[in-house]
């Protein structure tokens, strides 16, 4: 297979073999954690772990998603949207399916009747880790490129899944749909693809935002992204809502990336009754750090001090 020159070594190919030092070791770290996460979490779901096994160790995805970070890293200074991205963001999409399944969230391929909880989980796996692989050619529509390059690679893999030819049609409809959707321009009509979005959207540490800043972006984008320390899923503690994402800070510049990269895209999807988002800051022994802010929780769909 051929190499591609990533900058600062970003490159890890299939099955991770090509993970390189020069990633900002929490970065690693968490895309290890991510990869155990969805190995455990897509064990009651054969099809779906299936479907992972087939995604990772096709060498048309791991092209698309090195080159995806050649162009945004190498060529534009943003954030990594290659192999470690598609990750995490597979961790946080199961995580968070398996809490609305859990609180028996309306599911649209199961209202649809076009497939059960396995399939539904498929759909959102799928869907989040072959969501920025468009960016291969240009960051600029990127989601509409992704659901072409998409096409070809779900039809070969979904066919050693799926037996029916219609019932896999289906499937790679809904797909396609939370690629599409991802960046909510549209925004996803249909759950699985809100979780996709918003999967998306919980990528935000600072391990990910710190290649982009060593290549020299400073901006409130990079800055903002730097004090995102952890994000965490987990079952809501208050109210009845099924999902909370934690959040915690090192500076109240955090709260920008939270709003920009994460509350929009709540907001704008159907699950903005099944999320809370909770804010808090792990420095609130510095006087600074309390004057500003300490906690935050989404509101009416606007985060607010708590």
């Excluded at 989601?143 to 979904?158: C, F, H, T």
């Excluded at 022994?285 to 929780?297: L, S």
């Amino acid at each position: 297979m051929s190499r591609i020159n990533l900058p600062r070594a970003l490159s890890n190919g299939r099955n991770g073999a090509r993970l390189e030092a020069q990633l900002p070791d929490d970065y690693s770290e968490l895309a290890a954690r991510a990869e155990a996460t969805v190995r455990r979490m897509t064990q009651p779901y054969p099809r779906t772990a299936r479907f992972y096994d087939l995604l990772v160790s096709d060498p048309r995805v791991d092209a698309h998603w090195n080159l995806s970070n050649y162009t945004t890293v190498g060529k534009l200074n943003y954030n990594d949207h290659g192999p470690i991205h598609a990750r995490v963001t597979a961790a946080y999409a199961m995580q968070i399916m398996q809490l609305l399944i859990d609180a028996e969230a309306p599911l649209d391929v199961l209202q649809s009747g076009v497939g059960d909880l396995d399939d539904a989980c498929l759909v959102a796996l799928a869907g989040v880790m072959l969501h920025d692989i468009g960016n291969a050619t240009h960051r600029a529509g990127h989601e509409l490129v992704s659901v072409i390059l998409a096409q070809p690679i779900l039809s070969d893999l979904l066919a050693e899944v799926y037996a029916d030819i219609e019932h896999r049609t289906l499937i790679m409809d809904f797909i396609l749909s939370a690629i599409q959707c991802h960046d909510i321009a549209p925004p996803p009509l249909f759950m699985e693809g809100a979780v996709v979005a918003v999967a998306d959207g919980c990528d935000m540490t600072k391990g990910r935002a710190r290649m982009p800043f060593d290549l020299g972006k400073l901006d409130i984008h990079s800055v903002s992204a730097l004090a995102i320390e952890e994000v965490n899923i987990h079952r809501c503690s208050v109210m009845s809502i099924p999902v909370e994402i934690e959040v915690l800070m090192s500076n109240s510049a955090g709260i920008f990336q939270v709003e920009e990269t994460l509350v929009k895209k709540i907001n704008a999807t159907p699950l903005s009754r099944y999320v809370m988002v909770h804010v808090r800051s792990i420095n609130l022994d510095q006087p600074f750090e309390k004057r500003i802010i300490g906690n935050a929780m989404l509101e009416n769909g606007r985060l607010r001090p708590a």
